[in-house]
């Protein structure tokens, strides 16, 4: 990278990563294995749609295999090419080594923008892709299992668990080929919420440290903490959502593909949802301003900024006049490596991607496990548990009556103790404790070496570092 030149989006990973490596004592050949992507496959085909054949060209990309199965997302976007695939495919590695799931790095993408096609199009569009994958054995439940990305949601998912099912007719355990699916297709509860609630829960983890906080610049707690978020999709709408109704957050900005709405009282994630879904954009919502200029409103004054849309918007042209103290990266990649320097030498801290967004594969991996083990999660104990608590609370009260004691217990602490947790409880606990445990990994590296000033060269030291030991355990 020359000085004024932006590196590729595959380019800012390894230049990333290379940072990291420097401050690592890993063997050269180690170090080029984990960083190579290990093979992308390139698909042309064709689906005879509106009278004629339309040619559509997708990948699938396999970093790592460290570990199987690989496990990445499969975008839908124009802007999809091998390089981003690439390096979507390298994050996928370092995020899952980060927050210790099990899964090798890989990434899909197809070059399609999926509003131009109707339902029952795409739907052809994505079984015919689904068929040059599980042809290779690119989507496999012991070898490679794909989710939703950008572009993509449950419906496709299950679109592809079915077309595998179709191929694979013998395979007991083919829900597991996909995850991301809907909850009466295989999903679990909570995984589509999962990427946003994970950006909350990280972020609720930073505001536990004092010392972290002070880095930023910032005091407090998250109440009344200034945000702004650029992308209200899957991931910007259920972040924003769970900070503005659960944390207290004021969402003075949302940036969209139309523009931006700024509001200085705080804007209604719903409602502003349920516009774009009516309307296609944000212009024309009745609350807040209106600006047609959405990539400027990133360089808004506020607490907290969360680009969760696409990659490479805080780049060396605008990173300088970034004033978020805070940055999250709820999106993949979206600060390139030239704007990373820029702002670390301002002091923004940034919480990094392949941490603040990993609450997708997170939930993911607990769906592929109950896939496999075929039950629910919290249907084997639940009852039990509660007949245990039930047990404590009928002693209390036999004590309370027989001494004349008067005991009462708190209003509600009955009805909450007693019940036993469900799936979706269940996936929010797995959630947060992992997003604590991955969170305090980093901070340690971060707090505790002189020469890491920035919490992604510690989470890539952490995620490498996990990433060779496998390797050393295989004998490499
Ligand atoms: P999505 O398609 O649901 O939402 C993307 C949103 O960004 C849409 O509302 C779109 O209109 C908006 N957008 C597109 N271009 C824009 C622009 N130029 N300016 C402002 N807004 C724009 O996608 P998603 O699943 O929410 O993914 C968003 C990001 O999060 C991606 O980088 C993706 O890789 C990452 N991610 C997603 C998941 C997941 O579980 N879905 C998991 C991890 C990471």
């Not at 927050?99 to 899909?108: H, Q």
């Not at 007719?169 to 996909?178: E, F, G, L, Q, S």
């Not at 349920?274 to 004054?301: F, M, N, Q």
């Not at 004590?399 to 979706?424: C, H, I, N, V």
Request: charged share 25%.
């Amino acid at each position: 990278m020359t000085a004024n030149r932006e590196p590729t989006f595959r380019e800012s990973v390894d230049l990333m990563f290379n940072r990291a490596v420097a401050l690592m004592d890993l063997s050269p050949g180690l170090e080029e294995k984990i960083r190579v992507c290990n093979a992308t496959y390139t698909v042309r085909f064709g689906v005879r749609l509106r009278g004629q054949i339309q040619t559509f060209t997708g990948y699938r990309s396999v970093h790592s295999e460290h570990m199987e199965p690989v496990k990445g997302g499969i975008r839908y976007a124009m802007a999809v090419n091998q390089d981003e695939v690439e390096a979507l495919a390298a994050l996928m590695t370092y995020k899952c080594a980060l927050v210790e799931v099990p899964f090798g790095g890989s990434k899909g993408g197809l070059r399609i923008d999926p509003r131009e096609w109707e339902e029952h199009e795409l739907e052809q569009i994505t079984r015919r892709f689904a068929y040059e994958l599980i042809k290779r054995d690119l989507i496999h439940p012991a070898q490679n299992v794909p989710a939703p990305d950008m572009g993509t949601g449950e419906r496709e998912m299950a679109w592809i668990a079915d077309q595998y099912k179709r191929m694979a007719t013998t395979d007991i355990n083919y829900r597991a080929c996909v995850t991301g699916k809907p909850v009466n297709g295989g999903g679990i509860q909570g995984r589509t919420e999962a990427t946003g609630r994970g950006v909350q829960y990280a972020l609720q983890e930073f505001f536990r440290h004092p010392g972290d906080i002070a880095a930023a610049g910032l005091s407090g707690t998250l109440e009344g903490k200034r945000v702004v978020v650029q992308g209200l999709g899957n991931v910007g709408y259920h972040a924003a959502k769970f900070l503005s109704e659960e944390d207290g957050c004021k969402i003075i900005a949302i940036v969209e593909r139309d523009g931006a709405l700024i509001s200085d009282e705080g804007l209604e994630v719903e409602a502003v949802r349920g516009w774009i879904a009516r309307h296609g954009g944000v212009s024309g919502y009745p609350e807040g301003t209106y600006v047609s200029d959405g990539a400027k409103v990133l360089e808004a004054d506020c607490d907290i900024l969360i680009p969760a849309a696409l990659e490479g918007v805080i780049h060396l042209g605008n990173a300088a006049r970034i004033r978020a103290p805070l940055i999250i990266e709820a999106a993949n990649g979206p600060v390139t490596a030239g704007a990373d320097e820029i702002l670390r030498q301002k002091g923004t801290v940034i919480i990094p991607d392949m941490y603040a967004n990993a609450g997708g594969v997170t939930v993911s991996y607990f769906e592929w496990v109950k896939n496999l083990s075929h039950i629910r999660f919290g249907r084997i104990g639940r009852r039990q548990e509660e007949a245990r608590h039930q047990l404590i609370v009928n002693e209390l009260e036999r004590l309370s009556a027989d001494r004349g004691l008067g005991w009462t217990l708190s209003p509600g602490f009955k009805e909450k103790y007693l019940r036993g947790a469900g799936e979706l409880e269940l996936v929010r606990s797995g959630l947060d404790d992992t997003m604590r445990t991955a969170y305090q990994s980093m901070r340690e590296i971060w707090h505790g070496r002189e020469d890491v000033t920035d919490l992604r060269t510690a989470a890539y030291m952490v995620a490498i570092s996990r990433v060779a030991a496998s390797y050393r355990a295989m004998g490499l």
